[in-house]
């Protein structure tokens, strides 16, 4: 048991580096698929791919329930030290690492006679449609549970701590295009400054006021206008708005009023201002059976004192589309404390590696738990 044990920590270990030293952005986890592939071949697992699109569904098992676990894969696009480059700032690494870490011990410790479980290791998470795309060729078919599972910021979540949901808001980013005519640097009068129009789109941003109960911001993440040419004023420019809620509804009440300032200015500026949905991801949907399935996992494992009840996040995660597309889905996120500093997407996060290890045994034991109380519960259809 102890060797086994021993064993296991080392290859995930050897998981983890690889990964981590091998980043590779939404859409483009090829080398992430093949790799993981590899590792599983000869396990006696059910492996689907998906030709040109990256990522790849395992299952092990079979009969009812079908119990799930997802895994992100894909890391950012990002400046590093003054490099850009792909790096997994978000953990999507250590998300792959755990996940494997529960399939290789299920392999080990065999698994109850009736039960499927599916291990579904999804691309392109950051851009938002990476759950919808898999959705889309079946992976979330006959599923009754679906757990995911994310690192969390130091200021969320100390080292040690785990959570059995994570209450995600809904995160839209837009595109906002600015279309008028240049004009002579002698001659202001004759066009509008698409730079002092993005200017007032900025201020006009913080003029926004919705219920401060439910927590939200919206703010203009890039902006480019102006060329070489600095004799010219613009008439163009693009921008992008990086939009935060809590809630769904909230999320279509900040989206109105930012098409109201675009409409205003435009009349004002006399000139178009078009928006466009970039990626939208939803706010969760958590269940309180597969919830209340991951705190009794997180007390058995590791005990209650490590427990915080429901954490609530301004993050997104696509993770949320499959219960809408399966709204019968039975899901929830596992949030795990790792000490993670400065915060996620910062080029340099980094975390408590010892983490992984307890959040493999609590994920193990709430797959366990859920084939059990599907039986005894005595459910069929
Ligand atoms: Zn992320
Ligand atoms: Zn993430």
């Given at each position: 048991m102890g060797t086994t044990q021993t064993k296991l920590r080392a290859l995930l270990a050897d998981i983890f580096s690889y990964l981590h030293a091998n980043p590779e952005v939404s859409w483009k986890e090829y080398k992430t698929t093949k790799y993981i592939k590899g590792l599983l071949e000869d396990k006696g697992c059910r492996i689907q791919t998906f030709g040109k699109t990256p990522g790849l569904v395992v299952e092990i098992g079979s009969g009812e329930p079908v119990v799930a676990i997802r895994a992100d894969i894909d890391a950012l696009w990002q400046e590093v030290d003054g490099e850009f480059k792909a790096n997994h700032s978000c953990g999507h690494d250590a998300h792959m690492t755990i996940v494997l870490g529960v399939l290789f011990t299920l392999l080990e410790d065999g698994i109850p006679d009736h039960g499927t479980f599916r291990f579904i290791f999804q691309p392109a998470e950051e851009k938002g449609d990476g759950a919808l795309t898999l959705v889309g060729k079946?992976?979330?078919?006959?599923?009754?549970y679906l757990y995911g599972l994310h690192l969390r910021p130091i200021q969320e979540l100390r080292h040690g701590q785990f959570s059995p949901a994570i209450r995600h808001g809904a995160s839209w980013s837009v595109d906002g295009v600015i279309t008028g005519e240049d004009a002579h640097g002698?001659?202001?009068?004759?066009?509008?400054n698409a730079i002092q129009i993005g200017s007032e789109f900025f201020q006009h941003l913080n003029n926004i006021y919705l219920d401060p109960m439910i927590p939200h911001s919206v703010k203009m993440t890039s902006f480019h206008a102006g060329g070489d040419s600095t004799n010219i004023i613009p008439g163009n420019a693009t921008f992008s708005l990086d939009m935060r809620t809590q809630t769904n509804e909230a999320m279509e009440e900040l989206m109105g009023k930012v098409e109201r300032i675009a409409k205003m200015l435009s009349d004002y500026h006399e000139v178009e201002i078009d928006l466009s949905i970039r990626s939208s991801v939803a706010a969760a949907v958590i269940n309180m059976e597969a919830s209340k399935i991951m705190e009794e996992a997180i007390i058995d494992t590791?005990?209650?004192?490590h427990l915080v009840p429901m954490i609530t996040t301004t993050g997104g995660d696509d993770f949320h589309f499959y219960t809408i597309k399966k709204p019968h889905l039975k899901a929830t996120m596992l949030a795990v404390g790792c000490d993670?500093?400065?915060?996620?997407?910062?080029?340099n996060m980094m975390f408590n590696h010892d983490a992984i290890e307890p959040s493999v045994k609590i994920i193990v034991k709430a797959l366990m738990k859920t084939v059990e109380k599907h039986h005894s519960q005595g459910v069929s259809n």
């Open positions: 079946g992976v979330a078919d006959e599923l009754d002698a001659r202001p009068h004759l066009n509008a590791v005990g209650i004192k993670l500093e400065p915060g996620l997407h910062h080029p």
